[in-house]
């Protein structure tokens, strides 16, 4: 009986050394993809879903999310490119081109009759000195240079001619929430309809939602109530059919139904309440009595923004009206014209320490775009603000890494020093990578690396050269280094040590 047998049938299973030749196939293949858009140079991908929407973009996460790859191997590989993005925010290309590469020279290795076991220890082990080595490597900058972090960051993204304006704008809202340094206190809202360089920083919130009534105040400073009840009576989600036909009947519930509304606007009212935001609808009578009494109201408010404001303004969300009065925040509403729509910005918080990005674009892919190299600036500045260890970019830490690797591997006897000196050539496919997108000949920049002086050496991406990337101020945090290099050596380890993989009919049909 034949190993298959046990399995279902349908099933698919690739066992021993033709998964593992697969399995290196599939995660080359996922470098490949995205090794193009790696760097200043890098290309942007087009990416149409099966549901016809367009995305243009230069992320490696984003690239490998929308292609919704099916391959086990290839969803272990789109996962450190996530890991990457949650971790530190930046350097998902480069953790995935990395873990092609690894694998790739794995595969050269194991046609040399090295064994997996091997290479995978081998791995672990050059990832461990690397990561020792790299920290010796480490630097501080000052805080007026942060903003330099920010712009390596994005460089040769879509919004590439804004990033000095955008990384300062990031440098200041990071500045704003030092005390708490968590991404989650800078909100990102996008809006198209303008350049980039109209993109803004607002110290609060923003919220994509109009006052509901033109009567209403355009601008409105005091008690904040979030409510998370509708102000209707017949709530699309509570249409219940009452059947009267005695017209006497309907007018007497049309009263009721008034006064109800009526009592409910003037306990929001009465409780002392300026500016209201609801997070369900709020019929035509309540919204016009509620502009009578003067209050900034906005309905419909998404949960998570009902969130952010209960974190800016110090309000806590309520489900009774009676309840607003003592769960009152605090906050000045502004009612803001962006191209066709208006939207709601809260500042003047009582918590301070929250600050929004409103990132423009003229279409909404460039707003995208732009928003996505934002996140990565965040991303690098933020672990700058909380580890001040920065190392060369543009290829020069990894160049160094590599020859000092190689130094290190020679330490080692016979196998193990293959390994580890192909793991310091894995990572000569970063330099390599950023000459070859700029359409430069990786030999003729490498070259001549030692003889160039170059404390670090980098790949100059317009005139194909080496250049000293300190000295022209491409810099990176070395916690997005590491990052990158640790879980490209994981997942490559994790890909080495599978030898059997069984696709069962259901998980390759399902999805
Ligand atoms: P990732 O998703 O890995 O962050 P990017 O497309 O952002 O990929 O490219 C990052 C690489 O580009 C880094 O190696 C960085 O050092 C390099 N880089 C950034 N700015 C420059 C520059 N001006 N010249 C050369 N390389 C640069
Ligand atoms: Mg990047």
């Known amino acids: 009986m034949s190993k298959k047998d046990f399995l279902p049938e349908g099933s698919q299973r690739d066992t021993g050394k033709d998964a593992q030749r697969i399995n290196i196939y599939i995660a080359k293949l996922v470098g490949e993809a995205v090794r193009t858009t790696l760097g200043p140079k890098g290309m942007d991908k087009m990416l149409v879903n099966s549901g016809g929407e367009v995305t243009v973009t230069n992320d490696g996460v984003t690239i490998l999310r929308e292609l919704e790859l099916d391959h086990p191997v290839a969803k272990m590989i789109v996962q450190i490119a996530e890991t990457q993005e949650d971790e530190v925010g930046d350097g998902t290309t480069t953790a995935v081109v990395l873990a092609g590469e690894l694998l790739k020279k794995a595969e050269n290795l194991l046609d040399k009759n090295v064994h997996p076991a091997i290479i995978s220890k081998g791995y672990r082990v050059s990832a461990d000195i690397s990561k020792k080595i790299a920290e010796s490597y480490a630097f501080k900058i000052s805080e007026k240079d942060y903003v330099k972090i920010g712009m390596t960051a994005m460089t040769g993204k879509g919004s590439e001619d804004h990033k000095e304006l955008l990384s300062k704008i990031v440098c200041e809202a990071i500045k704003i929430i030092k005390k708490d340094l968590n991404r989650k206190n800078i909100n990102i809202e996008k809006k198209h309809g303008e350049s980039t360089d109209k993109t803004s920083l607002i110290k609060g919130v923003v919220i994509d939602k109009e006052r509901i009534h033109s009567s209403m105040p355009k601008e409105k400073k005091g008690k904040v109530a979030l409510l998370d009840i509708p102000l209707e009576i017949r709530s699309p989600d509570n249409d219940a059919k009452i ?75 309520v489900s009774d009206v009676l309840d607003l009065k003592n769960n009152f925040g605090f906050a000045k509403v502004k009612s803001h014209v962006v191209g066709d729509d208006e939207i709601t910005i809260v500042t003047e918080c009582e918590n301070p320490e929250v600050v929004t990005i409103l990132v423009r674009g003229e279409t ?76 430069k000949d990786p030999l003729d920049v490498l070259s001549s690396v030692n003889a160039s002086g170059k404390d670090w050496p980098g790949v100059d991406v317009f005139e194909g050269v080496l250049i000293d990337a300190l000295k022209e101020g491409i810099i990176e945090p070395l916690k997005i280094k590491i990052q990158a290099l640790s879980s490209a050596s994981q997942v490559a380890n994790m890909i080495l040590r599978i030898d059997d993989v069984i696709l069962s009919q259901k998980s390759s049909t399902s999805e």
């Open 243 to 317: 059947n009267i036909s005695d017209p006497e009947k309907i007018q007497s519930l049309f009263e009721m139904e008034e006064s109800l509304i009526r009592n409910l606007v003037n306990k929001i009212s009465d409780s002392g309440t300026n500016i209201l935001f609801c997070q369900k609808g709020i019929d035509d009578l309540a919204q016009y009595l509620l502009a009578k009494k003067g209050i900034y109201a906005c309905r419909r408010v998404k949960k998570s923004d009902m969130e952010k404001l209960s974190k800016a303004t110090g309000a806590k969300i």
């Open 364 to 439: 909404s892919h460039v707003a995208d775009e732009a928003k996505r190299a934002v996140e990565d600036a965040i991303g690098d500045v933020l672990a700058v603000y909380k580890n001040n260890k920065v190392v060369g970019g543009a290829g020069s830490f990894e160049i160094k890494l590599a020859n000092d690797l190689r130094k290190e591997a020679k330490k080692f006897l016979g196998k193990e020093q293959l390994v580890i000196q192909a793991f310091a050539d894995s990572l000569e496919i970063i330099p390599r990578t950023l000459a070859e997108n700029a359409g």
